[in-house]
Every structure is written in structure tokens, then in C-alpha cells.
Antibody, heavy 119, light 107 residues
């Protein structure tokens, strides 16, 4: 069964950089025609698609976040990562990793990790 | 970016009611519109893909319709387990965007 699990520090200070991890089990992130995505949900429920890494390694970012976002992966550990810098309180959100096949919608989601940006 | 406007923001219903949730796109997105359900403290769950295509494991009381800019998610005979948030999402163009959601609550 496909499962995704996010992990992260929980609390970071403004202007810092955060790294979040998504650990995938039940399928290799390098097989099939899958996009492995990062989505965030702000307090108040607004959802924003941050970006994704294709099974091939191709990466696409939301243009609104591309200047301070990096998505990478470690295929040996079947993990992919989100790094975001210059954090502000407006980045406080629950961060989800999720899978979609090609351009199909997201069919598997992690449980989410909460990130609070506060001094 | 394509803006998706969902209405109403909140819908108060009684179990057994038939409900319709609306999602309107700021420009035509053909049928590249998907629906998700999110219950409190859970991740979103895919309900309908490409406006009207069913998803394995989702109860048949959920159905979708529409194309272009106007879309509807219908729930035939709402059950107590259906209460929560509903989001639409478009994959016609990048960045893919979500609607602001409709909260389905018990009257």
C-alpha cells in the first residue's frame, strides 16, 4: 500500500530556512509516471501547490515561490524534500506531500506536518 | 493563475438531503477539474476527477458535472460521515490551483 509521511522541525524563526522530508513507502519514487508534490494549507484552509518532482527527476515550482523553494530527492532512501528559505509568519501552514499520476489529481496524501514560523 | 470560486462558503444541511456545491473558474478549464473532501484533522481525499469521473472506493452518492467554467459536486442523500470541507482543484494550467472550499455542516 502506498504511504507518504512528512517530517519537519515544527517551529522555526523568521528569516530562517526549513527543510521538510517526505518518506514514501509501497512504491519507488523513480518508477511509473508519478509526480511527487508539496502542497501547503494555511490557517483558514486555503491550499497552495508549492511544486513537484517527477519520477524522472524533473522539478517544477509554483512561480510565486520559485525564488525561495528547492525540491530534491534521495532515491536510495525513497524520500523527497522541500527546502524553503527567508521564512516569514505567512509561511505558517500545514505542509503535505502527495502523489499524482502524470497530470492526474492527487490520489495519495501524507498526514501533513505543521510548520510555525515565529520568533 | 486560474482562480476557482466555490459557493456557498458554508452549507448547513440535514442528513438525507441532496446537496450541490459549486465551483466556478476564472477562465475555461475544459474538464480539468477535480474534487476533494477533507475532514477535520485529516488530509484531503480525492472524490471526483476530470469533473465527472468516479474514483474507486468513493460512495456512489457523490457525483460531479460541468465543463468550461462551471462545475458542480452533488451528494445524493447526505450522510453524517460526509460533513467536512470540500475543495475543487484545476489541472488545466500551472500552477494548479484550489478553490477556497465549501464547509458542509449539520443543520
Amino acid at each position: 500500500d502506498v504511504q507518504l509521511q512528512e517530517s519537519g522541525p515544527g517551529l522555526v524563526k523568521p528569516s530562517q530556512t526549513v527543510s521538510l522530508t517526505c518518506t514514501v513507502t509501497g512504491i519507488s519514487i523513480t518508477t511509473g509516471n508519478y509526480r511527487w508534490s508539496w502542497i501547503r494549507q494555511f490557517p483558514g484552509n486555503k491550499l497552495e501547490w508549492i511544486g513537484y518532482i517527477y519520477y524522472s527527476g524533473t522539478i517544477t515550482y509554483n512561480p510565486s515561490l520559485t525564488s525561495r523553494t528547492t525540491i530534491t530527492r534521495d532515491t536510495s532512501k525513497n524520500q523527497f524534500f522541500l527546502e524553503m528559505n527567508s521564512l516569514t509568519a505567512e509561511d505558517t501552514a500545514t505542509y503535505y506531500c502527495a502523489r499524482g499520476e502524470g497530470l492526474l489529481p492527487l490520489d495519495y496524501w501524507g498526514q501533513g506536518t505543521t510548520l510555525t514560523v515565529s520568533s | 493563475d486560474i482562480v476557482l470560486t466555490q459557493s456557498p462558503a458554508t452549507l448547513s444541511v440535514t442528513p438525507g438531503d441532496r446537496v450541490s456545491l459549486s465551483c466556478r473558474a476564472s477562465q475555461s478549464i475544459s474538464n480539468y477539474l477535480h474534487w476533494y473532501q477533507q475532514k477535520s484533522h485529516e488530509s484531503p481525499r480525492l472524490l471526483i476527477k476530470y469533473a465527472s469521473q468516479s474514483i474507486s472506493g468513493i460512495p456512489s452518492r457523490f457525483s460531479g458535472s460541468g465543463s468550461g467554467t462551471d462545475f458542480t459536486l452533488s451528494i445524493n442523500s447526505v450522510e453524517t460521515e460526509d460533513f467536512g470541507m470540500y475543495f475543487c482543484q484545476q489541472s488545466n494550467s500551472w500552477p494548479h490551483t484550489f478553490g477556497s472550499g465549501t464547509k458542509l455542516e449539520i443543520k
